[in-house]
């Protein structure tokens, strides 16, 4: 089992920032996948960013340019930083964890609820 801890949601103005944290813990895959997802109100689940652990990241069009996925090995713990926020960007994140062979090996935190105000 692998345990997800997300932190550093919150309510911010349109054009600030803000850190997302997920912590890992527990039978975790040397060789996995480490991403954000975000769920807005009366939306589908869309990916926002993913690292594997050979250092590949991936971004949604729309986040590029504004958000950066990153990792700490000895931590194992991944962050998302969030610059130049849009109310759209509203929504409960995510933090997912998954075996990058065994798509059956996949894990979900809570979620933290990131509030963009115009």
């Known amino acids: 089992q692998v345990q997800l801890v997300e932190s550093g949601g919150g309510l911010v103005q349109a054009g600030g920032s803000l850190t997302l944290s997920c912590a890992a813990s527990g039978r975790l895959f040397s060789i996995n996948v480490m991403g954000w997802y975000r769920q807005a109100p009366g939306k589908q689940r869309e990916l926002v960013a993913t690292?594997?652990?050979?250092?590949?990241?991936n971004y949604a069009d729309s986040v590029k340019g504004r958000f950066t996925i990153s990792r700490d090995g000895a931590k194992n713990t991944m962050y998302l930083q969030m610059n130049s926020l849009k109310p759209e960007d509203t929504a409960l994140y995510y933090c997912?964890?998954?075996?990058?062979?065994?798509?059956?090996?996949?894990?979900w935190g809570q979620g933290t609820q990131v509030t963009v105000s115009s």
């Open positions: 997912n964890f998954r075996d990058f062979y065994n798509s059956q090996a996949n894990y």
């Open positions: 690292s594997t652990s050979g250092g590949t990241t």
